[in-house]
């Protein structure tokens, strides 16, 4: 049971560049979301898919794009990466329906990523 | 609009003390509320959440509506309690598929 899948790991960026963490999910949820998390400032909501093919911003999208590709996964590109995206980033999903699983996010292991 | 509060940053605690890790929110319906846990260098992780009502490595939280909180407590505190712990509320209507969070409390249980 794979859950909620983040690649890469880590990253080491140089300003300017672009990259793209890709997140998949097996588990057939509808929501999926990207966050990131920085010392102090806990979770911060990028973006969010509410369904496939529907994306919305959270509270912190300026720098990234997102692209529902299908049920399963949920992207997040950086085009022009700066040194304030240095940050620890998280996808997850969340369960629908109403068993032990409705609304509980699953998250993914987190993508650490450092631009220079 | 709904909001999660917790207060604390940072709680640290000798082992063996009880902890309770304060969360406040802000909402006109009945939310579903959540604490999610996160272990050093882990992925965040769901701990336990209201409707459950059952205790999860000796935490429970209880749902005070007239207060408006679902406080995090354990009698006593184990050195492997250490992690950072985010409440959530989940309710209609509100940003973020009706989904916000709270700032997190990293909680350090001291030997």
């Known amino acids: 049971n794979a859950g909620v899948t983040q690649t890469p790991k880590f990253q080491v960026l140089k300003t300017g560049q672009s990259m793209t963490l890709q997140c998949a999910q097996d588990?057939?949820?509808?929501?999926m979301y990207w966050y990131r998390q920085d010392p102090g400032m806990g979770l911060r909501l990028i973006y969010y898919?509410?369904?496939?093919?529907?994306?919305d911003k959270g509270e912190v999208p300026n720098g990234y794009n997102v692209s529902r590709l299908n049920k399963r996964e949920f992207s997040l590109r950086l085009e022009s990466a700066a040194p304030s995206q240095t940050s620890v980033y998280f996808c997850?999903?969340?369960?629908?329906?109403?068993?032990?699983?409705?609304?509980?996010?699953?998250f993914g292991a987190g993508s650490r990523l450092t631009v220079l | 609009a709904q909001r999660v509060t917790q207060p604390e940053k940072l709680l640290s605690v000798f082992k063996g003390a009880p902890v309770e890790l304060k969360c406040n929110y802000s909402?006109?319906?009945?939310?579903?509320l959540f604490w999610y846990v996160q272990y050093s260098r882990q992925r965040l992780q769901l701990l336990l959440r209201?409707?459950s009502r059952e205790s999860i490595k000796g935490f429970t939280a209880d749902l005070n509506k007239g207060e408006t909180s679902f406080h995090l407590k354990k009698p006593f505190a184990q050195e492997e309690d250490s992690a950072m712990y985010y409440c959530?509320?989940?309710?209609?209507?509100?940003?973020?598929?009706?989904?916000?969070f709270g700032k997190g409390t990293h909680l350090i249980i001291q030997p």
């Open positions: 997850a999903s969340r369960g629908g329906g109403s068993g032990s699983g409705a609304n509980v996010l699953t």
């Open positions: 898919s509410a369904s496939e093919g529907t994306t």
């Open positions: 959530a509320l989940s309710g209609l209507g509100g940003g973020a598929d009706g989904l916000t």
């Open positions: 209201h409707i």
């Open positions: 588990m057939n949820h509808n929501s």
């Open positions: 909402y006109s319906g009945s939310p579903e």
